[in-house]
C-alpha cells in the first residue's frame, strides 16, 4: 500500500505495502468550493498538477474534500488471498460516480509492475479492469490514521481516495500541506507558503522530509515515482554530482 502519509505528523512513518485495503465504504462527495484560487494544467515533465489562479497567502484553506471511497481497517499484515477476495466484492459494490472518479486519476508505473506480480493471469482474480481499479487506488490513496491506532504500521488504520486532492503532485519541499480526517473521511489541504499566481502547489506524499537525503526519500517515493523533479532533489543531486 503506497498510502500518502502526511508529514504533518512527524511521528509517522510511511506506510508501505503492495497489499491492498479490505474493505470498501462508499461515500458521497462533499460540496465542492466555489472559486477556487486554483486550476488544474500541465505541467512539462510532470502531466497534470494543481497552479495557482491567485497570490494565495500562507495559511489559507484550499480545499475540504470528503473520500469518494475509504478503505477500513487495512492491516499489511493479513494474507494477500483474503484481501483480494474482499477487494474484488468491495469494488465490485462501488458507486458509478467512485468508480468513474478513481478510474480518472493518474497511476503509477510502479504500481502497475507490481500488482501485475501479485494478479497474474493465472490468478482466479485475473481481470485486467480490477487490476486497471487496483492500481489507481494504490497510487492515489491517502492514509486516514485512526484515532488510539498504534501508529501508521499497525493495523488500525484506514486510506481514502480524494479524487480532487489526488491531482497535487508531490514535492519533497511543498508550499502546501495536508491532514485526513477519520471522524469525517475528509482531507483538508491549506497553504504552507505564500504561493504567487501561476506557481505550482505542491504537497508531500511522505511523512518525513527533514533530515533525509535525496536517496532515502527516492526509497520512500518509489511506489510513485522513479525520480523526485522537485527543486529539493533537483538541487541536491546536481551538487552530488559537482562533488564527484
Ligand atoms: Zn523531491
Redesign the pocket.
Known amino acids: 500500500m503506497a498510502g500518502k502519509s502526511s508529514p504533518k505528523g512527524r511521528k509517522q512513518t510511511c506506510s508501505r505495502s503492495r497489499f491492498p485495503p479490505v474493505l470498501i465504504t462508499p461515500t458521497t462527495p462533499a460540496n465542492r468550493t466555489q472559486r477556487k484560487p486554483y486550476a488544474a494544467k500541465n505541467i512539462p515533465g510532470k502531466g497534470k498538477g494543481i497552479v495557482a489562479k491567485r497570490k494565495i497567502r500562507s495559511g489559507t484553506e484550499l480545499m475540504v474534500e470528503r473520500a469518494i471511497f475509504v478503505a477500513r481497517d487495512f492491516d499489511s499484515t493479513n494474507l494477500i488471498h483474503t484481501k483480494l477476495r474482499a477487494l474484488s466484492v468491495n469494488v465490485n459494490g462501488l458507486s458509478n460516480a467512485a468508480r468513474r472518479g478513481i478510474l480518472s486519476l493518474s497511476h503509477a508505473p510502479y504500481q502497475l509492475t507490481e500488482w501485475k506480480k501479485v494478479v497474474p493471469p493465472t490468478h482466479p482474480l485475473y481481470d485486467p479492469a480490477f487490476i486497471d481499479m487496483m492500481v489507481k487506488i494504490e497510487s492515489n490513496c491517502f492514509i486516514i490514521p485512526v484515532p488510539g491506532g498504534r501508529g501508521l504500521r499497525s493495523a488500525a488504520q484506514d486510506v481514502g481516495i480524494f479524487e480532487e486532492t489526488s491531482r497535487f503532485n508531490h514535492?519533497?519541499d511543498p508550499n502546501a500541506a495536508w491532514e485526513t480526517s477519520h471522524e469525517n473521511s475528509t482531507i483538508k489541504v491549506w497553504a504552507e507558503k505564500d504561493i504567487e499566481i501561476g506557481e505550482e502547489i505542491e504537497i508531500s506524499y511522505i511523512a518525513v522530509l527533514e533530515d533525509t537525503t535525496v536517496e532515502q526519500?527516492a526509497s520512500q517515493l518509489r511506489g510513485w515515482m522513479d525520480k523526485?523533479l522537485?527543486n529539493?532533489?533537483k538541487g541536491e543531486r546536481k551538487r552530488s554530482e559537482c562533488g564527484k
Open positions: 514535492s519533497c526519500r523526485c522537485c529539493k532533489c
